[in-house]
């Protein structure tokens, strides 16, 4: 299984690129964050991968395990099937309890009056403890709090059981705490099996879950190994303030801070 993005360029006007010549690979139970400054057009190389968007130029393919193949901007592509979704903004006009919330992500293997199995929902029950929002189960999706919808937008699209899920800041309006459940559980898909693509603001975490990142800067993504590619010359280029890394012994890995 692999996620193919070739050559990819957007721009929002004709001659001018977002980003441009955007080139990596996703394999199975691979993690490959993308860091970025504001406006940098993460969210947009996301929706781009995706199909949402169609860029000026490239390809993006999904193959599964069978090798079969499927394009992202072909109409009737089965390519969404395989791909779980989590937004950076939710719409949260949803009045049904999240435990029902959670269960649309069930949605694409059920027939049209389908109604989920029990297996279905003792699979969402499990999540959502993982999750830390199994006491708010029966509580009305829009009376949650940001950061709490934010767990049940991953919940859902783990429900979907897709072979690879792409994240559009997943840990964004969670805690401390909350934040690294998160990125724990993107840990545990990877040790499934399932490809994780992400964006985030924090260098840390893409440290932290190590694998692959790409970062995207003077309209390029640079990719490669994490502990390859994030040094403190290219964040601090690409956030405009002077970073330094360490190793902590304590954690047993490199941070970064900004040093002004």
Not at 11 to 30: A, D, I, M, P, R
Not at 59 to 72: I, N
Not at 150 to 174: F, G, K, S, W, Y
Not at 194 to 201: D, N, R, S
Request: aromatic share 10%; with cysteine.
């Amino acid at each position: 299984m692999k996620l193919e993005v070739k050559n990819l360029s957007f721009g929002y006007q004709k001659g001018l690129h977002l980003w441009e010549n955007v080139s990596f690979t996703v394999k199975k139970g691979e993690i490959f964050s993308i860091l970025g400054a504001n406006g940098a057009g993460k969210s947009t190389l996301l929706r781009s991968i995706i199909g949402f968007l169609h860029p000026e130029t490239g390809s993006v393919f999904f193959e599964d395990d069978e090798g079969h193949r499927y394009d992202a901007f072909e109409a009737g592509s089965d390519f969404t099937s395989h791909i779980g979704y989590v937004p950076q903004m939710q719409d949260n006009a949803y009045s049904f309890a999240l435990k029902d919330y959670v269960l649309l992500g069930c949605a694409p293997h059920l027939g049209l009056f389908q109604s989920p199995s029990k297996e279905y929902e003792d699979r969402a029950d499990t999540i959502m403890a993982e999750m830390g929002i199994y006491d708010r189960r029966d509580q009305p999706f829009n009376t949650l709090s940001g950061g709490q919808q934010r767990q049940a937008v991953i919940a859902r699209a783990i429900l979907q059981q897709p072979d690879m899920i792409v994240m559009d800041e997943p840990t964004n309006h969670l805690d401390y705490g909350n934040q690294y459940r998160g990125i724990q559980m993107i840990e545990k898909l990877a040790e499934r099996g399932i490809a994780v693509i992400l964006t985030t603001h924090m260098p840390d975490h893409a440290l932290y879950l190590g694998d692959h990142t790409g970062l995207l800067i003077h309209h390029q993504l640079l990719c490669g190994k994490t502990k390859e590619v994030i040094n403190e010359m290219r964040l601090s280029d690409m956030y405009k303030i002077p970073v330094k890394m360490v190793y902590v012994k304590e954690a047993k890995r490199v941070i970064c801070f900004p040093t002004i």
